[in-house]
């Protein structure tokens, strides 16, 4: 159960990492 709760916490700080760094590189290249 804990060990369920931790991979769900790494995938959504991915996905959120990577909705962030994607929000970055399209300001620096606009």
Not at 1 to 20: D, E, K, Q, S, Y
Request: charged letters at 5%; a positive charge; aromatic letters at 14%.
């Amino acid at each position: 159960m804990i060990i369920a709760i931790l991979i769900a916490t790494h995938i959504a700080a991915f996905v959120l990492g990577g909705f962030a760094t994607l929000k970055w590189l399209n300001r620096v290249f606009s």
